[in-house]
C-alpha cells in the first residue's frame, strides 16, 4: 500500500533564512511526486511536480525539490524564505488510481 | 479564467438534513475528485470520476453520495449529514488521471451539529 509521510507537523524559522520540509513515501509501483500549497482561507495550489527526468525540480516561488528514489524522498527546500510563504504545505504521491496526501507541514515565517 | 468553483462556501446545519455542495469547472477536465480536510489527517479522498458518469470511491466515501451527468459538474450529497461530517471539503480537477496536477476549489467548510 502506498502511504506518504511528512515528517514535520510544524516548521517555524526566520524570515531569509533556508527551510527544508520533508516528505517521504512507500509504494511498489512507480508514482508521479506532487508538492501543493495551501495558504489560509484558500484551495490547494501546485508548487511543482515530478513525473520524470531531472530529479531536481524547480517550481513556483523559488522552491524546488529532489527527487531521491533510493531514500523514496521528496524533500521541498527553499534557499531564503520569505514571510509570505507562510503557508501549510502538502506532499502528494499519485499512481495509477490512487492520490495520496501527507498530512501537511505548516511553515510559520517569522520577520 | 480557469476555476473550479464550490458552492456553498460555508454552512452550519444540522443532523439529518440532506445537503448538497456544488462544485463547478470551466477547463474542460475529466478528472474530478472530492476531499475533506481534516486536522492532522490532511486531505482524504471522499470519490472520484473519471470521466461522465463514471464514479469510483476514495478512501473514506461513507456517508456521501456524488453524481458526474455533465463534464463541468460534480455535487456531493450528503443524505443524511451526521457531526462525524464536519469538515472543510475540497472539490478538484486535471485534464486526466495519474500525472496532471489536481486543481482545487476555494473550499466548503460544513458544521454539521
Known amino acids: 500500500a502506498q502511504s506518504v509521510t511528512q515528517l514535520d507537523s510544524q516548521v517555524p524559522v526566520f524570515e531569509e533564512a533556508p527551510v527544508e520540509l520533508r516528505c517521504n513515501y512507500s509504494s511498489s509501483v512507480s508514482v508521479y511526486l506532487f508538492w501543493y500549497v495551501q495558504y489560509p482561507n484558500q484551495g490547494l495550489q501546485l508548487l511543482l511536480k515530478y513525473l520524470s527526468g531531472s530529479t531536481l525540480v524547480k517550481g513556483i516561488n523559488g522552491f524546488e525539490a529532489e527527487f531521491n528514489k533510493s531514500q523514496t524522498s521528496f524533500h521541498l527546500r527553499k534557499p531564503s524564505v520569505h514571510i509570505s510563504d507562510t503557508a501549510e504545505y502538502f506532499c502528494a504521491v499519485s499512481s495509477t488510481d490512487k492520490l495520496i496526501f501527507g498530512t501537511g507541514t505548516r511553515l510559520q515565517v517569522f520577520p | 479564467e480557469a476555476q473550479v468553483t464550490q458552492n456553498p462556501r460555508y454552512l452550519i446545519t444540522v443532523t439529518g438534513k440532506k445537503l448538497t455542495v456544488t462544485c463547478s469547472q470551466n477547463m474542460n477536465h475529466e478528472y474530478m475528485s472530492w476531499y475533506r480536510q481534516d486536522p492532522g489527517l490532511g486531505l482524504r479522498q471522499i470519490y472520484y470520476?473519471?470521466?461522465?458518469?463514471?464514479?469510483d470511491k476514495g478512501d473514506v466515501p461513507e456517508g456521501y453520495k456524488v453524481s458526474r451527468k455533465e463534464k463541468r459538474n460534480f455535487p456531493l450529497i450528503l443524505e443524511s449529514p451526521s457531526p462525524n461530517q464536519t469538515s472543510l471539503y475540497f472539490c478538484?480537477?486535471?485534464?486526466?488521471?495519474?500525472?496532471?496536477?489536481?486543481?482545487f476549489g476555494d473550499g466548503t467548510r460544513l458544521s454539521i451539529l
Open positions: 470520476s473519471m470521466n461522465v458518469e463514471v464514479t
Open positions: 478538484a480537477s486535471s485534464l486526466s488521471w495519474g500525472d496532471q496536477p489536481q486543481h
